[in-house]
């Protein structure tokens, strides 16, 4: 049986006369994973999309054929549509941090399939805690009165998880599904989308982890500016690839490549990291613990954590989402005054600071987030973000405009990139848009959300290769929050790890 299937699908963007799509033929059998793989911008997300006609507005398709379990899809934007998804079909949406409406609770979020589909209120919560459960939510029970804002990235990736299989869906699509999940928790998602095509479902899976695609796939199809360009069993694609774009794909995998080494260079020379500087970060015995509301207790999230950072050093974090890595990143930043212990930059403890001294502290620590575009000003173009840096910087006007090419010239951003909205700019450009924003007030310390969890394997190279050059030609330090353990063994000088609100060697 035929879960779905496209047939010369061609996908153009009028106001732009870009041809997104390029005749791609997918066919999804029930009972088959499919992935699709590529770097950012070659069709991946709006081929799958187009699958369950879900195409953005501004977007022109035209197919030969369409076709659900063996049916005509409905026409776009009909109303037929809204009878076959949630209950035939599901969606794993990409971005784990916007997917969810920040205004509604857990429960009504993962719900809404299934009160949709009529059933009844008294039933829905069990069916939410069982779905909950299987994406790997902890208590699931505790986290039903909980709004999106209030969950870390891998809690909300879970519950996005949790919303898309809740029906029990024939066709399931999972556009990037783990990329803010630990190990632990993106082999169990796996796992779960492995188990629903074993038991009849069709599933298409979007990702960058080119590992999990051996284990979990059936067929895997390359794609690049809009076409398919190889396909095949995974096993024989990814260890015997024929095209020279698959072979850059695979070769970008920072699996194994040791500190120092480039993965985009093809000579592969090694620089040896140089010896650490200054301490430029010091946490002592910081203690974090959120109030629980209605109760008038408090949660423990970070418990004596220590670490320190040096100047040209990598430090790397890990740990299950939800482990306390981004509390202790807001700790560090200032965001978050911690219980108890101290925090101290470039020697000098936050708490006892002169206003002067934390003037500096601000100037010398900056943030790269998980998600650049959720924390740029809507609609601002590439310019216009970094001049804002540049003025918070205390830089003058006139000389911002240059100073903002500048440094879009040095994390290898196009000029004429930053003309653009961000919005409309690619994740590997995004991401290079908001280091530039960091090094905006030349700071000493970097302190990396999962810089590079969702962007393709050949763009993740890049940004790393970018930080290490960084790093040699500025001195500055990073401490590196990553789920990814080849990532975090490639970067890293070090590596602690997050357990139970406590540091660890990792």
């Given amino acids: 049986m035929i879960a779905a299937r496209l047939t010369e699908l061609t996908v153009r963007f009028p106001t732009t006369g870009q041809t997104a799509v390029d005749r791609v033929s997918l066919t999804v059998e029930s009972g088959a994973c499919v992935a699709l793989v590529g770097e950012s911008g070659s069709g991946k997300t709006l081929t799958a999309r187009a699958l369950l006609g879900l195409l953005p507005p501004t977007a022109r398709a035209?197919?030969?054929?369409?076709?659900?379990?063996?049916?005509?899809?409905?026409?776009?934007?009909?109303?037929?549509?809204?009878?076959?998804?949630?209950?035939?079909?599901?969606?794993?949406?990409?971005?784990?941090?916007?997917?969810?409406?920040?205004l509604r609770r857990v429960e009504h979020e993962v719900g809404d399939a299934l009160r949709l589909h009529g059933v009844p209120a008294a039933d829905r919560r069990a069916r939410v805690v069982s779905a909950l459960a299987s994406a790997g939510m902890p208590e699931p029970e505790t986290r039903?009165?909980?709004?999106?804002?209030?969950?870390?990235?891998?809690?909300?990736?879970?519950?996005?998880?949790?919303?898309?299989?809740?029906?029990?869906?024939?066709?399931?699509?999972?556009?990037?599904?783990?990329?803010?999940?630990?190990?632990?928790?993106?082999?169990?998602?796996?796992?779960?989308?492995?188990?629903?095509?074993?038991?009849?479902?069709?599933?298409?899976?979007?990702?960058?982890?080119?590992?999990?695609?051996?284990?979990?796939?059936?067929?895997?199809?390359?794609?690049?500016?809009?076409?398919?360009?190889?396909?095949?069993?995974?096993?024989?694609?990814?260890?015997?690839?024929?095209?020279?774009?698959?072979?850059?794909?695979?070769?970008?995998?920072?699996?194994?490549?040791?500190?120092?080494?480039?993965?985009?260079?093809?000579?592969?020379?090694?620089?040896?990291?140089?010896?650490?500087?200054?301490?430029?970060?010091?946490?002592?015995?910081?203690?974090?613990?959120?109030?629980?509301?209605?109760?008038?207790?408090a949660r423990p999230v970070l418990a004596e954590a220590s670490l320190d950072v040096r100047a040209r050093e990598t430090v790397g974090l890990v740990g299950e989402s939800g482990s306390g890595k981004t509390t202790l990143l807001r700790a560090a930043l200032g965001l978050l005054?911690?219980?108890?212990?101290?925090?101290?930059?470039?020697?000098v403890e936050r708490r006892g600071a002169t206003p002067s001294q934390r003037r500096a502290m601000r100037r010398r620590v900056a943030f790269v987030p998980q998600d650049p575009l959720d924390s740029?000003?809507?609609?601002?173009?590439?310019d216009i973000v970094?001049?804002?840096?540049?003025?918070?910087?205390?830089?003058?006007?006139?000389?911002?405009?240059?100073?903002?090419?500048?440094?879009?010239?040095?994390?290898?951003?196009?000029?004429?990139?930053?003309?653009?909205?961000?919005?409309?700019?690619?994740?590997?450009?995004?991401?290079?848009?908001?280091?530039?924003?960091?090094?905006?007030?030349?700071?000493?310390?970097?302190?990396?959300d999962e810089p590079v969890s969702a962007l393709d394997v050949t763009v993740q190279a890049r940004v790393l290769d970018l930080l290490d050059d960084l790093q040699r030609t500025r001195g500055t330090g990073h401490l590196f929050v990553s789920h990814d353990p080849d990532v975090i063994a490639h970067v890293s000088d070090r590596v602690l790890r997050l357990e139970g609100g406590r540091l660890l060697p990792a």
């Fill in 62 to 102: 035209e197919v030969a054929m369409h076709e659900i379990w063996g049916r005509p899809a409905p026409a776009d934007a009909s109303r037929s549509w809204n009878a076959i998804r949630g209950a035939f079909t599901g969606l794993v949406p990409q971005d784990a941090l916007g997917g969810l409406d920040p």
């Fill in 376 to 382: 740029f000003p809507t609609g601002a173009r590439g």
């Fill in 144 to 297: 039903l009165r909980l709004r999106s804002d209030e969950l870390s990235g891998g809690l909300r990736q879970r519950a996005l998880v949790a919303s898309a299989m809740i029906a029990d869906p024939e066709l399931i699509v999972a556009d990037e599904p783990t990329t803010a999940l630990d190990a632990e928790h993106r082999g169990r998602v796996l796992r779960e989308l492995r188990a629903r095509a074993d038991a009849g479902a069709g599933v298409v899976l979007i990702t960058h982890d080119l590992t999990s695609v051996t284990d979990i796939a059936d067929i895997v199809h390359v794609m690049r500016h809009g076409s398919i360009i190889e396909s095949g069993a995974p096993a024989e694609v990814l260890r015997h690839p024929q095209h020279p774009f698959t072979r850059e794909l695979i070769a970008a995998s920072p699996r194994g490549v040791p500190r120092g080494t480039r993965l985009t260079s093809a000579s592969g020379a090694v620089d040896v990291p140089p010896e650490r500087g200054e301490e430029l970060l010091r946490l002592t015995d910081v203690s974090v613990a959120y109030p629980v509301r209605g109760t008038g207790q």
């Fill in 337 to 347: 005054p911690p219980d108890s212990g101290a925090v101290l930059i470039g020697g």
């Fill in 386 to 448: 970094l001049r804002d840096a540049l003025r918070a910087a205390g830089m003058p006007r006139a000389a911002r405009p240059a100073r903002a090419h500048a440094l879009a010239a040095e994390v290898g951003l196009a000029p004429e990139l930053l003309a653009r909205p961000a919005a409309e700019l690619s994740g590997g450009q995004r991401q290079r848009l908001a280091i530039a924003r960091a090094l905006a007030r030349d700071p000493d310390l970097l302190l990396l």
